[in-house]
Each structure stands twice: as structure tokens, then as C-alpha cells.
Nanobody, 115 residues
């Protein structure tokens, strides 16, 4: 099983980034996918989740209206479009897949929002 995140980097406040997470080794289309993040000195927090079919999504209050999660089951990939980025969004962003008690995690991609 692999979840490989990409697309992180340094961006100025107000800018945008698009994260990708390529999955392999499990039946991607059967798993809900989520993005979590962990900022320095803080606990890991849930950012957003998308259902296995992509029909349902939910977002943390801090990112609702700025971030959009999507998935392409044909490409085994989940995306996170991040707009209007703020310094408070600086964190290591993780991709996760979940089905029942089964959970998979990626290694994370760093997002830094700074001028």
C-alpha cells in the first residue's frame, strides 16, 4: 500500500496550491479519502474528507470555502485545491484512506505560507 502526496511548497499569503495524492495497493474506489494536517507544535487535525464515490464531502470550519477536495477513481488519485492561503495553513499535509477499521496514511507534503 502506498499513498504518495505531492504539490506542496512555499506560497505567499493569498496564493493557491493543489495537492495530489496517488494511491496504490488497495481498492481506492472503495475508500473514503481525507486530508489531515499538522502544524509545528500542534496536534494533527482533519481538514477534509470525500466519500468513496465522491458524492459527499466535508470540511473543517477553518478551510471551508477556501479548500476543495476531489478525487479521480480512474486515476486512483485524490486532490486538494487550496485557495486564499493564510499563514495559519502552514503545516505538513497528509493524505489518508479509510474503510471500516482499515486506515492508510501517506508521508505528507509540506505547505508553507509566508511572504
Amino acid at each position: 500500500v502506498q499513498l504518495v502526496e505531492s504539490g506542496g511548497g512555499l506560497v505567499q499569503p493569498g496564493g493557491s496550491l493543489r495537492l495530489s495524492c496517488a494511491a496504490s495497493g488497495f481498492t481506492f474506489s472503495s475508500y473514503a479519502m481525507s486530508w489531515y494536517r499538522q502544524a509545528p507544535g500542534k496536534e494533527r487535525e482533519s481538514v477534509t474528507t470525500i466519500s468513496s464515490t465522491g458524492r459527499f464531502t466535508n470540511y473543517a470550519d477553518a478551510v471551508r470555502g477556501r479548500f476543495t477536495i476531489s478525487r479521480d477513481n480512474a486515476k486512483n488519485t485524490v486532490y486538494l485545491q487550496m485557495n486564499s492561503l493564510e499563514p495559519e495553513d502552514t503545516a505538513l499535509y497528509y493524505c489518508t484512506g479509510a474503510r471500516g477499521s482499515q486506515n492508510y496514511w501517506g508521508q505528507g507534503t509540506q505547505v508553507t505560507v509566508s511572504s
